[in-house]
């Protein structure tokens, strides 16, 4: 499986490329856009007590998941899809100013046309991981 990243410049071309993506039909081709804004929701283990002082009552506290909004920068969120330091840095800033990006999982013998569909509609910093 290969990995093809880029920055789309807005929602109209992204429905685009996501519709020309699906229409080429490949197995395995999944795709995922960050858009600039979005709330990041993350799950940390935080001490949990127990409610109420019953019998049913458990003593002590319990590890459990939380999820919590947080400012998470988009260049780590990039770094988590497995763009490189020096692109995920040029993405983050770019989702930050608006842009859109993609992260496109192929089959590695479907990259050439993953790129090609990017390219034809004007998408910047098309890599490929």
Known sequence: ????????????????VTSQLSDLNIDDLDWRLIHPGEDDERLFPVLGWPLGSGAGAAGGGATVGAAILT?????????????????????GQSVEHGGIAIVVNTPSEYVDEVRSVLEKADAEQVTTE
């Open 1 to 16: 499986m290969a990995k093809v990243m880029a920055i789309l410049p807005d929602e109209e071309v992204a429905e685009t």
């Open 71 to 91: 400012d998470y920068p988009e260049d780590e969120d990039m770094r988590d899809q497995g763009a490189a330091d020096a692109d995920a840095e040029f993405y």
